[in-house]
DNA sequence: TGCAATATGTTAGAATTGTAACAACTTGGG
DNA sequence: CCCAAGTTGTTACAATTCTAACATATTGCA
């Protein structure tokens, strides 16, 4: 069980650093039988961390190390995180909401797209030739976007924070300041009726403050398994969204109370 | 010709939008035979674009459309680029500048790196678990960098440019200013004696200046044919550098005129 | 146009990889 | 300590991919 674990966080790192690998090299690098890399990468893949190509594994730019926006964090550094179905679950909730949310977007207008694993869906939702501009401060959406041809991009920078991968800038004089959007698209590791939506990271915070003040419609986008938790930084209301979208699994009084504050709310 | 020609460059287009693809999906995708699309592909992994695996290639980020900070922007536009061993000749030079640079950094020193090809090589030529950081404004060297473990990461953002995958900053009160570094590796597109070191891009040099003034030591990575060529964009002079890096094609009067301006000049 | 060079397709056999089933080994409670 | 569940290795066979050589088609240029 133990060594599992350990050899599967290894061989994600190895994916990772080498970018792809084939199984007969991980096979003699792990001290295993092909079969046993097998058996593990097909769990990396069906989690989303890799992509299998007949013969080796390749590394699934930014939807692994999300240890940011979601509560998800316990999920991850659980021991068994891999083998737990709830998070496959959630990853599945998370694609739907993303592609929801991807038909919110309109031809040629301005977005922000914030961090987290479901904005990497969220990207990777969006048609390659679709023509838009977005304003990011992750490496993952960066990455993701940086591949479509029509998309003009503009990303902060700062401090690069590699378990988020996400960018820190600690000088508020920053072009950060003048930057406007028509949408804005941000997750959560939190949303509470009275606490307010959280996340877990200070850093993220004012980013997160800053794109939903400087943007004409504010979307929040949530798995249901966030509303009623709170993590430690608090950077907006409920009702200071326009939009959340979620999936199907909200208590009724939930619904009520969001819809009550304003807010429209599509569910998957 | 012309045929092959085009679909190189949408096989790579597209490998570079999937991130990676197999043989067979190629082949009926480009309606040529699985022959056709290894023989492809054998080019494109000789001259550095894609990485091969068994059954599929793989897209190898931060090598392709670099088509800044050097005059090989001719060669890249150039119908029969690919063909050209003159490409994989400079290939093969600018990894042993990049080689030795590599050598100059030392453990848990502050370096700014620029964008280009050369820094992309730069970049992997540095152990993975060597402890430093650094300050960059390209997406390849980001990507490159964000895989290490030890590696203290800051960016410049700002708007994308998906040409050089270089970040252009239009706010000069940005935290740029603030930057400082003992060491900065730099490329460029033209050494001249007389008209001093340029780029091709009016984008980059204030990039290139700023850095240069904030770093201790100046230390240029060119490969030899660049020695003579000048580009429009004119940002430092030869005797701006400390340190020169290139491969020993010069001729010998330039290696002079170098040395007698007080710059070290490191051959490979 | 016709020839030489290049590009593409085809084939068959070699090499590699994948699958499935079963055996052997570990591990963690009871 | 033993058993059940989970993990790993092995085997044989199926499927896929690779290589090389040759045949055919296309292209560039004299």
Redo the contacts with the bound molecule.
């Keep these: 069980?133990?060594?599992?674990e350990k050899?599967i966080q290894d061989l994600t790192n190895f994916i990772k650093v080498n970018n792809a690998c084939?199984?007969?090299e991980l096979s003699t690098k792990f001290?295993?039988?092909?079969?046993?890399i097998?058996?593990?990468l097909a769990i990396l893949e069906s989690n989303g961390i890799v992509r299998?190509l007949?013969?080796?594994a390749l590394y699934n730019p930014g939807l692994d190390s999300q240890q940011s926006n979601n509560e998800d964090v316990k999920d991850f550094s659980d021991s068994d995180y891999l083998?737990n179905q709830q998070i496959v679950k959630h990853r599945d909730d998370k694609i739907a909401i993303a592609r929801k949310a991807s038909t919110l977007l309109e031809p040629d207008e301005s977005v922000m797209i914030d961090s987290g694993t479901t904005m990497s869906y969220l990207c990777r939702e969006i048609e390659n030739t679709f023509s838009f501009t977005a304003v990011c401060w992750s490496l993952n959406v960066l990455v993701e976007l940086s591949r479509k041809p029509n998309c003009k991009l503009i990303s902060y920078g700062g401090y690069f924070h590699s378990q988020t991968k996400m960018f820190e800038n600690p000088y508020p004089s920053d072009f950060m300041k003048y930057t406007r959007a028509s949408k804005v698209f941000i997750s959560a590791g939190g949303v509470h009726p009275q606490l307010g939506v959280t996340c877990p990271l200070s850093y993220e915070s004012e980013t997160k403050r800053k794109a939903i003040e400087s943007s004409k419609t504010s979307i929040l986008l949530v798995d249901a398994s966030k509303f009623g938790k709170v993590c430690p930084t608090h950077f907006a209301n409920i009702e200071d969204f326009d939009i959340i979208v979620t999936n199907d699994h909200l208590e009724e009084s939930m619904k009520q109370e969001i819809v009550a504050r304003g807010v429209r709310l599509i569910l998957v």
């Design positions: 069980m133990i060594k599992r050899r084939s199984i007969s001290n295993v039988s092909e079969m046993t097998r058996r593990d299998y007949h013969g080796g083998f």
